[in-house]
């Protein structure tokens, strides 16, 4: 009974015993479990892990020649947008202030190919981005698991030493399975945003990311660092300083709608109803296909006279017609080149002072087409001392892919087309309520510095007609949208949250509605514009308005 209740006791001891040490092992033994090298890094071969930041990449690179190779469309993405690839003509192209940048298979830059491709995938050369992109870089191509660390140069670098040896593991514990054995006094690289604020303590810190001389990366004990200080960062890259020309005094432009030779006759009565303008934009050029054709109506003689009365032209280009692709046409580098070429020489032979952009109707996919084109037409005009602006549909959540601080980067002007809030096909409502500029004219300077935005308003509205349920509108300038309320012997309401006069005239058979543009509501876009600190206004367009709201518009 006795040696029963002896062997009972004992049970329990050891299965007390054998918990307590299972629980010892589990919850404080350090993990001796190594990880799979090639499963942690996601690569295998010639393959590169690429750790960007503080982030190990789904995308990886390629090594050849001893050369690092990062996919073109993450490097474009995360790194440096202005590379631009073609893979119509298979081309690598960089832009500059001054030059372009026009990169085959066989270009040779910093001594390696600029790109090579797997596939149908290019690779750009880190020597290449290196060279134009404010980053660091190191690369190990010599271990069994190839990786390459870039860093941002905004972001601070932390070296540290190890006091003793430790183990780099692949998580913030002691059970996280080990990447690597740190020898004494071997050197570790952090991030500065692993430590809190500037301090380098890491208080705050039992575990820091890092990675070692040796090219390993993972988690350190911070207790085990040592001489914890800021590396001053080195790079290679100088940031490309763009010039730009100002007209030297707040821009006042009246677009001119010229659709024949003819019409270039109204110039001289047009300007001469207005007051305070100094920039005419005649619609010369529109393109005509895809490969990089345009009709044009430019005339000498109308710059001459336009000059004379104290104007500068600014030659608009359009792509309105409905034959051409803005993304085919853009796509191809020969094709912007010759139509950015032609540009500029009708520019300099007709003495425009400037170009001036229309292109609508972008998509998310043709943006980068038509940024690229933006940047490599500034070049001509930046070197030819020709004002570029650019015409962009009134800034919105789903037209933010014009990227208007990076047209703002390389153009003289933006323009913030601040009209069409209600448009043909639309719901019936204003064209441009105040609180629709307003909100446009902020959203926009959170991208383009106040002395190049410009914002447009309407010299019109739209008369809406809802007749047996079936809604239509005309446009109507200001003129003549007056003479039809005076012919309708109707009283405007104004309308303060809009800041506009508003009439409507209801019938059994059809109604009519129209949110008006005057003097009133002129003003209080003007006044935005104003107390906005803006480069200008401009108008769309000449001849619609009578000459009274010109005291309204002059700047």
């Known amino acids: 009974m006795r040696n029963g209740k002896s062997v009972y006791l004992f049970v329990i001891l050891l299965t007390l015993i054998s918990a307590a040490v299972y629980i010892y092992v589990t919850m404080f033994m350090p993990s001796s479990k190594r990880v799979d090298q090639s499963t942690y890094y996601g690569v295998k071969d010639k393959q590169v892990a690429i750790i960007y930041n503080d982030g190990l990449q789904k995308a990886s690179a390629i090594e050849k020649d001893q050369e690092v190779y990062l996919p073109y469309d993450w490097a474009a993405a995360i790194l440096n947008d202005k590379f631009f690839w073609d893979s119509e003509e298979n081309l690598l192209l960089y832009t500059l202030p001054e030059e372009i940048i026009y990169m085959d298979e066989n270009y040779i830059s910093e001594g390696k190919k600029a790109f090579i491709k797997s596939g149908n995938t290019p690779y750009v050369s880190v020597s290449l981005i290196k060279k134009y992109t404010n980053v660091n870089l190191r690369s190990f191509v010599d271990t069994d698991i190839k990786k390459i660390y870039i860093y941002d140069n905004s972001v601070s670098l932390i070296a540290a030493r190890l006091r003793k040896k430790s183990k780099l593991r692949s998580g913030e ?159 191809k580098s020969s094709v912007r080149k010759l139509l950015i070429e032609k540009l500029v020489n009708d520019a300099i032979t007709y003495e425009l002072d400037g170009i001036n952009l229309d292109f609508e109707g972008i998509n998310a996919e043709g943006a980068k087409y038509y940024i690229q084109f933006i940047r490599e037409l500034s070049v001509y005009t930046r070197k030819n001392k020709l004002i570029l602006s650019i015409d962009n549909p009134s800034y919105a959540a789903y037209n933010k892919f014009y990227a208007r601080a990076k ?89 303060e949250e809009l800041g506009q006069n508003y009439v409507e005239l209801i019938s059994s058979s059809e109604s009519y509605y129209m949110w008006l543009e005057d003097e009133k509501s002129l003003e209080l876009k003007m006044k935005l514009i104003k107390e906005n600190s803006l480069a200008g206004v401009a108008v769309w367009r000449l001849g619609l308005e009578p000459s009274s709201v010109w005291s309204i518009i002059r700047y």
């Open 407 to 495: 047209q703002a980067e390389v153009a003289d002007y933006i323009i913030n087309m601040g009209y069409d809030e209600h448009y043909s096909g639309s719901d019936k409502g204003s064209v441009a309520s105040i609180n629709f500029v307003k909100s446009a004219i902020e959203d926009s300077l959170k991208e383009v510095p106040r002395e190049k935005l410009i914002n447009a308003v309407p010299l019109y509205t739209r008369l809406w007609k809802e007749e047996r349920g079936k809604l239509s509108s005309q446009a109507l300038g200001i003129e003549a949208s007056l003479k039809w309320v005076l012919e309708k012997n109707l009283s405007p309401k104004w309308n």
């Open 173 to 331: 514990s002691i059970k996280a399975d080990i990447v690597a054995d740190l020898e004494t006094e071997e050197n570790v690289y952090i991030l500065g945003s692993s430590v809190t604020g500037d301090d380098l303590t890491g208080k705050n810190k039992k575990w820091i990311k890092a990675y070692t001389d040796k090219g390993d990366w993972g988690y350190v004990q911070f207790k085990n660092l040592e001489s914890v200080d800021y590396v001053v960062n080195i790079s290679e890259f100088t940031k490309p300083e763009y010039s730009n020309i100002s007209l030297g005094e707040p821009v006042v432009l009246g677009w001119h709608q010229v659709s024949n030779p003819d019409a270039n006759k109204n110039m001289e009565s047009l300007v001469a109803g207005t007051s305070g303008m100094n920039v005419i934009s005649p619609t010369w050029f529109s393109l005509s296909d895809n490969e990089g054709n345009y009709t044009s109506y430019a005339s000498k003689d109308y710059v001459i006279k336009a000059h004379e009365m104290g104007l500068q032209v600014w030659g608009l280009v359009d792509n309105l017609n409905k034959k051409v692709s803005t993304v085919k046409l853009l796509k």
